[in-house]
């Protein structure tokens, strides 16, 4: 973890005024939405704080606006739902678990890719003591939302395939309905290999209805971009070198910091 980027990033959002839990679930919650995720160096993203401030608020939960993360990826033993994404296959999808490591909470997610872009997640509380594994709930779970979604089932047997940890904050703007997530101290790992990336860069994912919002508007007039990325995918590209990564060459460059 860059210590300077996290207390550069804890002292932006310190200007923001704060939003509890309930209300970022009852305003925010956007399961179907559009994802666009940018990289932005820690004074773009400073700045880009500062111009949301008057409509924005962040997440803060017993006095914090940093929260761990963890997730575990599923796939097949010869990566076949990493395959999906570099063939940018039309019916494609994710499975992991994610824990909140500061309250101890876990969920099975299942992250599907729409017919017009949109990701549509799909959710199951989950024991954190099995967030290793798959449970039986769990693939029954996976099976009925791929029916639902792309009218198939699987007999697919997945299997952990690595790990991905990171400090998250979180800013809404509970009138239109906009969400920005903003990870740093991003880590990746399996059973024989760890990489730390990003070390003064901030991943924000802009997650909107539809239409670009306000967030990405901003870091248009900073001259940030969009860039066409997922963590578990770069992670899999960087923690087997010997899988094909082509869509991702010059994202992976930027996301490394070096070996662990």
Same mark, same amino acid.
């Given at each position: ?13 310190? !200007? ?17 939405r ?9 004074g ?10 008057? &409509? ?6 017993d ?31 994710? *499975? ?17 890719k ?20 798959? +449970? ?8 009925? !939302? ?20 990171y400090r ?6 509970? *009138? ?15 059973? +024989? ?26 870091? &248009? ?34 996301? +490394?910091?070096?070996?662990?």
């Amino acid at each position: 973890m860059n210590r300077r980027t996290q207390a550069a990033v804890i002292g932006a959002l310190s !200007q923001v005024p704060p939003i509890a839990l309930a209300d970022v679930l009852s305003e925010a919650a956007l399961q179907v939405r559009v994802d666009r995720k940018y990289l932005v160096p820690i004074g773009a993203f400073v700045e880009l704080v500062t111009r949301l401030r008057d &409509r924005f608020a962040v997440l803060e939960i017993d006095g914090r606006r940093m929260f761990r993360y963890e997730s575990v990826y599923f796939d097949t033993p010869s990566y076949g739902l990493y395959r999906q994404h570099v063939q940018r296959r039309r019916h494609r999808y994710k *499975v992991r678990t994610r824990s909140y490591l500061d309250s101890g909470e876990c969920s099975f997610e299942v992250k599907l890719k729409g017919n017009r872009s949109e990701t549509i997640k799909a959710r199951l509380p989950y024991p954190v003591a099995d967030r290793g594994r798959l +449970t039986g709930e769990a693939q029954a779970f996976l099976a009925e !939302q791929l029916r639902s979604a792309y009218g198939v089932g699987t007999d697919q047997i997945l299997e952990p395939a690595l790990v991905t940890t990171y400090r998250r904050s979180t800013l809404t703007d509970p *009138v239109a309905h906009e969400r920005l997530t903003c990870d740093v101290g991003l880590r990746f790992f399996d059973a +024989t290999a760890a990489v730390d990336v990003l070390p003064d860069t901030v991943l924000v994912e802009s997650k909107t209805a539809g239409r670009a919002g306000t967030a990405d508007r901003v870091l &248009r007039d900073l001259q940030v971009r969009p860039v066409q990325v997922s963590k578990y995918c770069v992670a899999a590209a960087l923690l087997k070198p010997g899988l094909r990564s082509n869509p991702w060459h010059r994202t992976v460059r930027r996301f +490394t910091a070096g070996p662990y």
